[in-house]
């Protein structure tokens, strides 16, 4: 009816609680206290560390000022702020260049000029004696993972290769295009099957040190199979209880699907995975490039009828890198990503070392907010959500499927939820509200590990609390969340206040 799209659309835009998580990569240009600060009351949800780029020293800065922004604090309604370790995965690369060491500049570069030959060598001592002719690679067994008539793109596909032989240990390619290489940049064999492990000695370095910090989900670069998600989970489980104790939460696992092999293997690793990474980067080198958009759409189709945590990532506000304002384009990248139903969107390079990276999370809010308003006017995600298969004995499923339904019929304006655990809370996500609900939780970690979830607000309460819907209907009307009239629907699990689990659902005025 008229009366409850306007109402979607008024609660919306009244209470300010998104629907849509963001992701922000924090480097140089947000990791000073100040503008983490405006960065998180802009929209940020996830404070994303890239281990590829970022040193132990940069890190401990950005974790020290996390802690000191109170908007991060899992007990501010409509705040809070998580941690993802992003990992560099067993990626490989090119060596260092002679030119480098000549000229003592980093930054030195060769040509590579259109035809010519090119050789890929895993000599060792090539490794940091390469030229325009003989380059050296990581991957110790390149010649066994391609083929005559193989490409392989150097630097995100900005030097491409046709092999033409593999002799001697060596593969001998001609370029495709002129271009420009530096050192140590990333080599990419597309349709090539490759034998790495799922963790390089970095990772578990990383990681190591990462999860010492507590950190709340680990995204996975460059996945490829199920059993590669199950190693990384029982590592990080194993940092974890030596450091914490076996009752500590481990992370959550998020593969990012960048390569064919993790496309062939992609059922499997859905199944095995906490929640998932488009990352578009890798992914648009590794298959064709007109080819993502169209991997993208599945990908988030399938995390939605499979009731996990789907993320967008990459160039989604490129521009805004070194401009005020983001292209048409990008507008409408991130209009279908959210139509398509992702649960959260991703910065990367805009947010860690653009010029505007503050500008940036808040434009990418201002999207999400007129896009949601647009899908609840519309009742979009109603036929999504109702078309999720249930168990006939999961009553968690029901009840949550049954709140959400009572939220729409009664044009709430939020659905409160007690749920001591997160599963209740998790529940209700899956089957996509299109107003916020706000959760009530027992601890920080499950506060932050919800903090990937669509439409999910967590607030810490004392978990001897006698009534934490009580609680939470008093902390929304305080806060403005709700209003005099609106219709809220309450659900939770009675076994927070020491009861048996029973599960109950009403809605109040």
């Known amino acids: 009816s008229t009366g409850r799209r306007s109402c979607q659309m008024s609660a919306v835009r009244r209470l300010r609680l998104p629907l849509t998580k963001i992701v922000a990569t924090i ?20 404070m994303r560390l890239n281990f590829s780029h970022a040193t132990e020293d940069e890190v401990e800065l950005r974790l020290k000022n996390l802690k000191l ?43 590579i000029e259109k035809g010519a030959d090119v050789v890929l060598s895993t000599d060792p001592a090539l490794a940091d004696d390469g030229d325009a002719a003989r380059i050296f690679v990581t991957y110790g067994k390149i010649t066994e993972s391609v083929g005559v008539g193989s490409k392989v793109l150097l630097d995100d596909g900005a030097i491409i290769l046709d092999v033409k032989a593999i002799s001697g240990g060596e593969v001998h390619c001609v370029a495709d295009n002129t271009g420009e290489l530096g050192a ?10 490759v ?24 995204a996975a670069s460059f996945v490829r199979t199920a059993e590669g998600v199950r190693e990384i989970r029982d590592y990080a489980a194993e940092v974890v209880r030596e450091k914490f104790g076996p009752e500590h939460p481990i992370p959550l696992i998020i593969s990012k699907i960048e390569s064919q092999e993790a496309l062939d293997n992609w059922d499997e690793i859905l199944d095995e995975s906490d929640a998932i990474m488009v990352a578009r980067g890798d992914l648009g080198v590794e ?7 169209i991997w993208q759409k599945k990908i988030v189709a399938d995390c939605n009828a499979a009731g996990k945590p789907v993320i967008v990532a990459t160039q989604m506000l490129e521009s805004m890198q070194k401009n ?75 009840t949550a499927r049954g709140a959400v339904l009572a939220s729409r019929a009664a044009s709430a304006a939020a659905i409160l939820c007690a749920s001591p655990d997160g599963e209740l809370a998790r529940a209700l996500s899956r ?24 439409a999910l607000h967590p607030v810490v309460l004392d978990a001897a609390a006698a009534n934490p819907l009580a609680s939470l209907l008093a902390t929304c009307a305080e806060a403005g969340v709700t209003l005099p009239g609106d219709d809220v629907v309450l659900v939770s699990e009675e076994a927070w206040s020491g009861h048996s689990a029973a599960l ?3 809605i109040v005025e």
């Open 195 to 218: 034998d790495l492990p799922a963790m390089a000695p970095k990772d578990r370095k990383d990681l190591a040190y990462g999860l010492g910090h507590d950190m709340d989900y680990v």
């Open 504 to 506: 109950t659902t009403r």
């Open 27 to 46: 480097g140089p240009a947000s990791e000073e206290l100040p503008t983490l600060l405006r960065v998180i009351d802009a929209g940020m949800r996830l």
């Open 69 to 111: 922004c109170p908007t991060a604090a899992p007990n501010q309604l409509g705040g809070g702020c998580a941690v993802l370790l992003d990992t560099q995965g067993p990626e490989i690369r090119t060596g260092g260049l002679r030119v480098v060491r000549e000229q003592n500049n980093r930054r030195a570069k060769v040509t």
């Open 431 to 454: 089957f996509r509200p299109d107003v916020p609900v706000v959760v009530a939780c027992a601890d920080a970690k499950t506060a932050r590990q919800l903090q990937i979830y669509r």
């Open 324 to 398: 005020p304002r983001a292209t048409r384009a990008e507008v409408a990248d991130v209009t279908n990503a959210l139509i398509d139903g992702t649960d959260c969107l991703m910065l990367s390079g805009e947010s860690a070392n653009g010029q505007y990276p503050v500008e940036a999370v808040d434009f990418m809010r201002s999207i999400c907010d007129e896009t949601e308003r647009f899908v609840a006017e519309e009742g979009m995600g109603a036929e999504a959500a109702a078309a999720l298969s249930l168990e006939p004995d999961d009553r968690l499923d029901a």
């Open 287 to 293: 298959v064709p490039l007109q080819t993502v958009a």
């Open 184 to 193: 140590r940049k990333g080599v990419n064999l597309p349709g090539s099957v």
